[in-house]
């Protein structure tokens, strides 16, 4: 049965200061419970442990707070943790942290499934069940900060909108929770630590622009002519090359924000020199910081290899001498299928 009352975490300091005033309650129980809610992470109300019993009676009679549940997690040979999360109605999303020298990256799930069927990811082979609630992002990055504090005694370093789902098709929920997470009551991280990860959803990256967001944005590229990549992205066939280069200047000219490129290389697909060459062509007409070449990580429905050794030298190679700023990433958490593209529930 589904209940009507209202899930606490959606209201705001003042809209939770009002209700307060509503019950007799001073306002500075409002704060106290914004922050159990958003920074001591409680779980349920019982565990508010400085307000009465009665108000915390009152809050359970109306509100509810449907938190994120660690469901497992898997820990990679080379540190990498991946974390299957339970969402209160019991559908499953993914997270990863990723511990690097440097860094503590966590790659968060903006969408259970994903409705836009990339070829080479196996959450694209899931149907999309539903958008995941901005307090849901936020309970991931949270789960995973807490399990990085606890591995290294580290907190993130930075946060990858990579996961499951295609974060501009769920706008409100990313922008709130990455709100949330950049705000002093919250993770009070930067958001320049934070880069949210787009198939090429042309319009919303406009959208983006139009609402002057801070923080980095990462096109998946993966091949850099139209036959190819509407091969590979059917979402190409609605947002080709051009719209997508044109939104991204529109983006950047807005922002200033940092732009990256993400391309896989796939054997005998898009590993050529001519791949290159188009790959290079695309670069120049975008202000974009870096392209990410990513090693492919084979799923089980998808035809795709890893191309070999020498052909990613000189992939790579080419690029260098062409004076392209590109980073070949290694891919992390293999052997638990917690790399790039590889995320599906298989726990
Ligand atoms: S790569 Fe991203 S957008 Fe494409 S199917 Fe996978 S999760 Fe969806």
């Known amino acids: 049965m589904k209940s009507d009352k209202q899930n606490i975490r959606h209201l705001s300091l003042p809209a939770l200061q009002?209700?307060?005033s509503t019950i007799g309650e001073k306002p500075f129980r409002a704060k106290q419970v914004h922050e159990w809610l958003w920074q001591r992470h409680a779980t349920s109300f019982e565990a508010m442990t400085n307000l009465s019993k009665q108000l915390r009676s009152t809050l359970e009679a109306n509100f509810t707070l449907p938190a994120l549940r660690v469901d497992t997690t898997q820990h990679s040979t080379d540190g990498t943790i991946k974390s299957r999360f339970r969402l209160h109605?019991?559908?499953l999303v993914e997270g990863v942290l990723i511990p690097t020298e440097n860094r503590q990256?966590?790659?968060v799930s903006s969408q259970v499934g994903c409705s836009l069927s990339c070829k080479f990811c196996a959450t694209g082979y899931m149907d999309r069940k539903r958008n995941l609630d901005f307090?849901?992002?936020y309970d991931e990055v949270a789960l995973l900060n807490q399990q990085s504090l606890e591995a290294s005694g580290k907190k993130l370093s930075n946060i990858v909108y990579m996961g499951m789902g295609e974060p501009l098709l769920n706008y409100k929920h990313v922008l709130q929770s990455i709100e949330r997470i950049t705000a002093a009551d919250g993770l009070a991280m930067s958001p320049r630590r934070i880069t949210v990860s787009t198939a090429g959803v042309a319009k919303m990256i406009r959208q983006l622009g139009d609402d002057k967001v801070r923080f980095n944005l990462a096109l998946s590229l993966h091949a850099a002519n139209d036959k190819k990549r509407s091969e590979i992205m059917p979402i190409n066939d609605t947002n080709n090359l051009k719209?997508?280069?044109e939104a991204l200047n529109y983006f950047y000219k807005a922002t200033q924000s940092q732009i990256t490129f993400e391309y896989i290389l796939f054997q005998n697909f898009n590993d050529s020199l001519k791949d290159a060459d188009e790959l290079i062509h695309v670069y120049r007409q975008v202000p974009a910081d870096l392209i990410n070449i990513i090693e492919y990580n084979?799923?089980?429905?998808?035809?795709?290899?890893q191309p070999d050794e020498d052909a990613v030298a000189k992939f790579m190679d080419y690029l260098g001498r062409h004076r392209v700023n590109a980073r070949l990433r290694r891919s992390r958490g293999k052997d638990i299928d917690a790399a790039c593209g590889q995320l599906a529930n298989k726990g």
């Open 105 to 107: 990256t966590a790659c």
């Open 18 to 20: 009002e209700y307060f």
């Open 298 to 305: 084979p799923i089980d429905n998808a035809r795709f290899q």
């Open 89 to 91: 109605d019991g559908h």
């Open 135 to 137: 307090d849901e992002i």
């Open 243 to 245: 719209v997508l280069i």
